[in-house]
């Protein structure tokens, strides 16, 4: 037991200096320090939350940690389960709206996540006895970003907002989403003129590029 919580209370003190990107590693920090942040800082207060869930899942206490998880929901309206491997230096940034399921993971070293985002499954796709992701180290998640069914997340990668990502990621890549684009203009007299290729959809234009592909190759 003294052994899982003095793991869990160093974690927490990495996941504390990397926040507050202090390079020299002291151990342990002050508790008023820790205390001050979990008062003052959402994203702390869930991973605070998080660890000690862990904690009680590694005692078979589960009461405790689906307490723990019960009282993240309330207080900082995220939904981690405590039977996820979060490896140190851990951060949530804007915490709100993020889902990890029990089924995620393990997640590796440095791990910084953003609100709104799901770690989760892609309606009971399995890869073995994988259903749902596993994150590698120093993986970064953009807000809105939804991280679905049994792939991998290679290390150092960054993962922009909104980005659906259903395969797996390569180490050392950006992933990124559609980019907004201007569809109308609003004209003098007060009315919305649409631009004539914002009716196209994503599937117009493959079956359109298909189609200058097909004829590009009988022109040859």
């Known amino acids: 037991m003294f052994i899982n919580l003095y793991n869990s209370y160093k974690l927490l003190n990495i996941d504390y200096l990397r926040l507050r990107n202090n390079k020299e590693i002291f151990f342990p920090i002050l508790p008023s320090l820790i205390c001050k942040e979990i ?16 904690f009680f899942q ?15 929901r309330h207080l900082c309206h995220c939904r981690i389960s405590s039977n996820v491997e979060i490896g140190p230096g851990f ?13 995620s993971g393990p997640i ?15 309606y009971g ?25 049994p792939i991998c997340i290679g290390n150092n990668t960054i993962i922009g907002a909104n980005a659906v990502v259903t395969t797996n990621i390569p180490p050392n890549s950006v992933v990124s ?21 914002s ?3 994503r599937k117009d234009i493959y079956q359109q590029l298909n189609i200058l592909k ?4 009988n022109s040859i």
């Open 108 to 122: 590796g070293n440095n791990f910084t996540i953003r609100q709104n985002v799901t770690l989760g499954g892609n």
């Open 58 to 72: 590694k005692e078979k206490f589960r009461i405790g940690a689906a307490f723990s998880e019960r009282i993240m």
């Open 177 to 197: 989403a559609f980019r907004a684009e201007v569809v109308a203009t609003l004209s003098e007299t007060g009315v919305f003129e649409r631009f004539p290729y």
């Open 125 to 149: 796709k399995s890869n073995g006895t994988q259903e749902q992701p596993i994150i590698g180290d120093n993986v970064s998640i953009g807000p809105g970003a939804a991280i679905l069914g």
């Open 91 to 103: 951060i949530i940034s804007h915490g709100s709206g993020i889902i990890i399921d029990s089924k």
């Open 199 to 201: 009716s196209l959809s």
């Open 39 to 54: 008062c003052l800082n959402v994203g702390f207060r869930a991973v605070f939350l998080f660890r000690i869930g862990h």
């Open 214 to 217: 097909s004829s590009m190759r």
